[in-house]
């Protein structure tokens, strides 16, 4: 097993919105924050791998953790050149938490799939005054060097709502880029769901291919999380990755070492599986892989 290089590590579970797309309800078992001890313990258990890029989000929203920049400051101070990725819903206020963890983190997501009507029925209990008071709010933010950016979610009926989201919030709020990701499905047992019609995809193609985020060709022997990543759940719990969120856990960083989790047979039979392009039932249906032909007739077709 290599050296970590990449770490998506949940420190809280809760949410305040109930997104279309998203199976928490299937997975999370009790609402938790991680506390800053056992924080500690985490980044202790990760101290020695060159950990290039993070992400401190997962299964709910970042900044309901009410020490939130506390978790930011801490993974920054144990791994100083590591680029740090967060991501928000922005349905929650612009406080000095919010204001103080952009001091720490390299790029912020601003995640926002869809305009008005759509953004509000897919990401469900989220309100567009809510999130426009949030843009206003931050306008008068000190950034510090953290990139904020769009991150928008497309799926087959909000297609056409991104050149009103490039045009009303990604410019008028000086949002550096608009990042577009072809939504996927997250649960072991299921398919992703497909319904883009040929003139959706070709409007995509015409107008934001540089915008698309992902690889294509791609299958599962160029899958990065079993060579060097690490997914970990707000109990500490290590599944393969972030895109199976309802699988079982493959070990525990509280309770073992990085090296004894990798080492394990759930885990080396999931890596061997990916390696000789011959997946076991985790990987079988892997929404990346199904999403590699669409990728590819997006950027090439």
Known sequence: MKHIKYAYLATTNYCNLDCSFCNRKEVIKSLKHMSLETFAEVLKKLEGHP??????????????????????????EAFPNAYLIVATNCQHRVNKRFKESLKYIDQLYFSIDGYKESFERDRGGATWTKLIKFLDDFSAVD????????????????VYDI????????????????????????????SMVGGYTEEQLDYLRRNYKENIKGEAPWTWSDCFWVKEAVYMTVEGD???????TSAEPVGNILEQTIEEIHSSFAYDEIRQGCANNEPNIHCANCSYKELSPLLESLFWG
């Open 238 to 244: 290590i599944t393969v990755c972030c895109l199976n």
């Open 51 to 76: 950990i290039e890029e993070a992400k401190l989000m997962g299964m709910g929203e970042p900044y309901l953790h009410p020490q939130f920049d506390e978790i930011c400051k801490m993974f920054k």
């Open 163 to 190: 050149p009103l989201v490039n045009s009303e919030i990604v410019k008028v709020y000086g949002l550096k880029d608009l990042r577009l990701n072809i939504a996927q499905n997250w649960s072991e047992d299921e």
């Open 143 to 158: 950034r510090y060097d953290c990139e904020v950016v769009c991150n928008y979610v497309v799926n087959p009926d909000n």
